[in-house]
């Protein structure tokens, strides 16, 4: 430092010098500190604040709806009842118009018990009024879709007897494959079923069953063939010339022609058996198989699920064959059945069983 003509030298220490650096250092690390505190408040109190719009946009809504039952419960009786509406159209324009008049017996009608309750609830308690129309509206309409799904499964259940068959042995429900957690239906008070509801359930199921059993049995000729050479039953072996028993129908046609699954179902084999040859197998459900044999060639491969006329193969001559045909079996409980009865009545009865209704019929069948 120079003053007055005269020089001055100060000298500062390396201990002095790190003590004026550290402090330095602490005021800029407490700057950082509080910049950083503030940017954070202000975070978080943005997030508080949406967080409390959202609380509050929640309880506006529910507190609007509480609104709107303590202002009268004939407003919320009018918007079920609009609901309601919604539902019965929409659920007869998925299935079809319902018959005018459906069989009375297969359910109880409760339309004059449920009358009795709308006008002693009026007469209690008037502001329920309208619920209680509500309520007897929609178990009028369990009951009518009860009867309709009744109707049904009759027509299937009839259809499925006219071919010979046992339709609590063809419809018997698989439950091979099915799990998961236990979660109780409750539409009652008390955290019971509603027996209406429970009827209505055990219903639908049955008719669903029923019709998809019908779905499954062979509907469809295998192939587009010349003829049938050699029918179901006895008859003289094409070998040895003395008596045997021929479990399914021949049908004649050139190598290479294609062999059609005749009725909707899961390929479960394909490969050689022993007298078939090249043989496919098609299960139908529960305890329906089809079985074609004397195959050229397999298309369909094991688990693949095929609809009624899909080509699985084409015809041969392998196995225990004469010459190149088609031999198709049709198999109940691993028993051989005619299947004549089948491929020839079932466009008829597919017609009647589904007359009314909007379940599809299965292809290659009569409209």
């Known amino acids: 430092m120079r003053s007055n003509g005269?020089?001055?030298?100060?000298r500062l220490s390396a201990q002095l010098q790190m003590r004026v650096a550290g402090a330095v250092a602490s005021a800029v690390m407490?700057?950082?500190?509080m910049v950083g505190w503030m940017l954070g408040s202000q975070a978080l109190a943005a997030y508080d604040h949406a967080?409390?719009?959202e609380r509050e946009a929640a309880v506006a809504t529910a507190e609007s709806r509480v609104a709107q039952y303590r202002s009268g419960l004939g407003t919320v009786a009018s918007d079920l009842a609009k609901r309601q509406e919604f539902i019965e159209k929409s659920v007869q324009g998925a299935i079809g118009p319902m018959p005018s008049s459906l069989p009375a017996g297969t359910v109880s009608d409760s339309s004059a018990e449920a009358a009795k309750t709308v006008r002693k609830i009026s007469m209690i308690l008037p502001e329920a009024a309208g619920l209680a129309k509500v309520e007897a509206r929609q178990l009028a309409f369990i009951e009518q879709l009860t009867r309709y799904a009744d109707?049904?499964?009759?027509r299937a259940e009839?259809?499925?007897r006219r071919l010979g068959l046992n339709p609590g042995l063809i419809a018997a429900g698989d439950r091979s494959a099915m799990g998961g957690p236990l979660i109780p239906l409750s539409t009652g008070p008390g955290n019971e079923l509603d027996p209406r509801f429970a009827r209505f359930g055990a219903s639908l199921a049955r008719m669903s069953a029923m019709e998809q059993a019908l779905v499954r049995i062979p509907n469809t000729l295998p192939a587009s063939l010349e003829y049938i050479s050699s029918g179901f039953g006895y008859r003289v072996d094409p070998f040895t010339g003395g008596a045997a028993f021929h479990a399914g129908l021949d049908f004649r046609g050139p190598i290479g022609a294609p062999i059609l699954a005749a009725a909707a179902g899961t390929v479960s084999f394909t490969g050689v058996k022993q007298g078939y040859g090249n043989c496919v197998e098609i299960s139908h459900g529960n305890v329906l198989l089809t079985r074609y044999a004397h195959m050229s060639r397999i298309v369909a491969r094991v688990g693949e699920v095929v609809?009624?006329?899909?080509?699985?193969?084409?015809?041969g001559s392998t196995g225990r064959s004469t010459g190149p045909h088609l031999h198709f079996e049709v198999r109940i409980a691993d028993r051989p059945v005619d299947p004549r009865p089948f491929l020839e009545a079932m466009p008829?009865?597919?017609?009647?069983?589904h007359a009314g209704s909007r379940v599809p019929r299965p292809a290659g069948t009569a409209g």
């Open 30 to 33: 407490v700057w950082v500190v």
């Open 158 to 160: 009839t259809a499925i």
């Open 151 to 154: 109707t049904r499964s009759a």
């Open 6 to 10: 005269h020089v001055r030298f100060i």
């Open 51 to 53: 967080s409390l719009l």
């Open 307 to 315: 609809g009624p006329g899909k080509v699985i193969g084409a015809i």
């Open 348 to 353: 008829h009865v597919f017609q009647e069983a």
